[in-house]
């Protein structure tokens, strides 16, 4: 239900409503219980609920995020978010920008535009306060009558059996009793379910301190990102000023390991740093008021195993991130993306439980990059050591005047989608066949312009819904084969993607086809006439050939699913 | 591409005057600074990661107690 009028998602609550498996006897069972509707578990069961899945999802809560937190959204997301069917939301109500600039003392040394990549339909990123996210997820869970939410269900006991795993959950009417056959535990960082079962994660905790501030001010001042060094309003730390929608605006304060937490928490210790930020800028006289605010001290860290038996973790539970990057939320989404269609697989039976420990495989090695890119970042920031701070300052000191230093600079790698270059679903290409490596095995495919067969001018990744997909480049019969190839599999949409109108041989009355408008699909994928990629259902390549035969997409196929006789041809 | 260890310097010298001569009247804390904004442009010189990691190791050796 969407509610009237403007709703402030802060002090939002969800109503708890007793279900039918309190009390029940026998317990009740089911496919899959996710555990936490965070961005991730709602992610989730959405992507389930869209794969066909019923699904539980519990939470202990009754409201969104408390404060902001995760601001900065990723195109892959968005990507992900548009599948799901609430990506436009978040792209109308979001602050796009796409400069930033960065200070070093009290001088601008250079500023960077990162203007967004032509012929892709998503930004590099939004701003957009998280609780706005977990809002629209949850209305788009509404829509889905597949997804059972119950929000004020806590999880408080966990017993692990071979087949399955019974969960004690905790409600405003006493525990009751859930029995799942897998269970996701998208329980936040300091998931209990992790603790219930005896795990732990490992990593490094930086000691510093940073004071998150979101303060709400009406201010002539582009939606640009800034960053300063060393600013002489906040000496020997580092601040951080971005933009949010609702004129709300991030502003980050290295605070040093030595600061007071409930001392620099207090709005009398708060409002004099922002008073110093803005006297030192043009916006001198902007009034403020303070919206949330907390003192965070970040770690890397994450659990080595993602799957425990038929308990699975994903997002923050399973790996805790510094926000230099914004890797947390991001990567979250994409590890629900990534065990959405295997579980949904295996548990319609179409594919074998131990399709499940791909997505270990595949997502672990992808925390440890996004653990290693937010390490580096933090360590850029926050130097530990004499030598490590007379390098930055070397390098922020030279960019003021050589552009090679520039790049060195790090405020913050923007989070890309990991290429699961060592996944064993990836059937590799044949040697005798080259293609640009760009969209090897393991990319995500990426975004492009076509005109649909009716006319219509879309983009690409529009075009994949939530099945396999064989992209099949200027060759309908080799198409219209493929298609009938491996309906006894998994479904399998067959695209067609047909060279710019300007070629000789075009036909847009096929259905199911749609118009290279451009020539940046040919050239994104390096298609030739024949070429064939195939697709996962969250749309990372697995397989791609020149001109395969019916054997050897079958065989890839298979392979992508975990069942055997997938050895490439 | 390795890292070259034969001499190579065209003028050994006048480069090793200059290099003296950069860091007068500098206290400890600037030269360390200029010596690190020094490195930066020179790695960015060679640009290649695998000379620069020898560079590296052949450095450290020398701060190792035994080392080579
Ligand atoms: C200051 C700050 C800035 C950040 N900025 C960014 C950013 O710009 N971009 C980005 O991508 N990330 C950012 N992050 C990280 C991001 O907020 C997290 O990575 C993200 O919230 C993780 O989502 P999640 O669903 O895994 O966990 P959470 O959001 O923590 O959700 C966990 C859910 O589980 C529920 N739960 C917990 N225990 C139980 C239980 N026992 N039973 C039932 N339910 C339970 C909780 O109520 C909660 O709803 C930032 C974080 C911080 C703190």
Request: aromatic residues 8%; proline residues 7%.
């Amino acid at each position: 239900m969407r509610p009237h009028g403007p709703v402030d998602f802060q002090t939002r609550t969800y109503d708890y409503i007793r279900s039918p498996d309190q009390g029940a006897e026998p317990t009740a069972r089911h496919p899959v219980v996710v555990v936490g509707a965070g961005p991730v578990g709602l992610t989730l069961a959405i992507d389930l609920a869209q794969h066909q899945v019923p699904v539980v999802l519990l939470d202990k809560d009754d409201t969104l995020s408390t404060g902001s937190r995760a601001i900065c959204f990723a195109k892959r997301t968005l990507e992900i978010f548009d599948r799901l069917g609430c990506g436009e939301r978040m792209v109308a109500k979001g602050v796009s920008w796409s400069v930033g600039k960065v200070f070093f003392r009290d001088e601008q040394i250079f500023s960077f535009n990162l203007l967004p990549k032509a012929g892709q339909q998503r930004p590099a990123f939004i701003n957009l306060q998280q609780y706005y996210v977990e809002a629209y997820l949850v209305e788009r869970v509404a829509e889905l009558p597949l997804i059972d939410l119950r929000w004020k269900n806590e999880v408080i006991g966990v017993v692990r059996h071979a087949d399955h795993a019974v969960l004690t959950v905790q409600t405003p009417d006493g525990p009751y009793q859930l029995r799942a056959d897998y269970v996701a535990a998208c329980d936040g960082s300091r998931s209990a379910i992790r603790e219930l079962i005896g795990q732990q994660t490992s990593g490094r905790v930086f000691q510093d301190r940073f004071l998150i501030a979101d303060v709400k001010m009406k201010l002539d001042h582009p939606a640009e990102r800034w960053f300063w060094f060393d600013p002489s309003f906040h000496p020997h730390q580092s601040v951080l000023l971005h933009k949010q929608p609702d004129d709300v605006w991030r502003i980050d304060f290295q605070l040093g390991w030595d600061a007071n937490p409930d001392e620099e928490k207090k709005p009398e210790n708060i409002i004099p740093r922002v008073q110093a930020l803005l006297a030192n800028s043009t916006m001198k006289d902007a009034q403020f008021e303070l919206e949330w605010a907390s003192v965070y001290t970040f770690a890397c860290s994450r659990m080595e195993r993602f799957r425990h038996g038929r308990v699975i973790f994903a997002g923050d539970s399973a790996h805790a991130l510094s926000p230099f990057g914004a890797r947390g939320a991001n990567s979250g989404v994409q590890d629900a993306e990534n065990l959405a269609w295997k579980l949904a697989l295996v548990v319609s039976n179409q594919a074998p439980d131990a399709l499940l420990d791909t997505y270990g495989e595949e997502r672990e090695p992808a925390a440890g990059e996004n653990i290693r890119n937010s390490t580096r970042s933090t360590d850029f920031i926050t130097p530990k050591s004499e030598v490590s701070r007379t390098f930055r300052d070397a390098v922020l000191e030279l960019s003021r005047h050589h552009a090679f230093a520039r790049p060195l600079v790090n405020t913050g790698r923007l989070s890309v989608p990991a290429i699961l270059d060592d996944s064993p679903l990836n059937t590799p290409d044949a040697p005798d066949a080259p293609f640009d490596p760009c969209m090897r095995p393991g990319a995500v495919a990426v975004d492009a312009p076509v005109t649909l067969a009716d006319g219509k001018d879309d983009w690409l990744l529009r075009q994949f819904g939530d099945q396999f997909t064989a992209l099949v480049y200027g060759d309908d019969d080799l198409a219209e084969r493929l298609q009938v190839a491996v309906e006894d599999l998994v479904p399998l949409r067959v695209l067609s993607v047909r060279a710019p109108p300007r070629g000789a041989t075009v036909r847009t009355d096929l259905p199911g086809s749609v118009c290279d408008r451009e020539g940046l699909v040919a050239e994104r994928y390096d298609f030739l006439p024949g070429s064939v990629y195939l697709l996962r259902p969250d749309q990372h390549v697995c397989a791609r050939w020149r001109r395969p035969s019916v054997e050897a997409l079958r065989r890839a196929l298979k392979r992508a699913i975990g069942l055997p006789g997938g050895d490439p041809l | 591409m390795r890292l070259i260890t034969e001499p190579n310097l065209t003028a050994v010298d006048d480069f090793y005057e200059a290099l003296i001569d950069a860091h007068r009247d500098l206290s400890i804390g600037e030269s360390q600074a200029l010596n690190a904004r020094l490195v930066l442009l020179l790695a960015n010189h060679i640009g290649a990661l695998d000379v620069l990691k020898e560079a590296l190791t052949a450095a450290r050796a020398g701060a190792v107690p035994g080392g080579p």
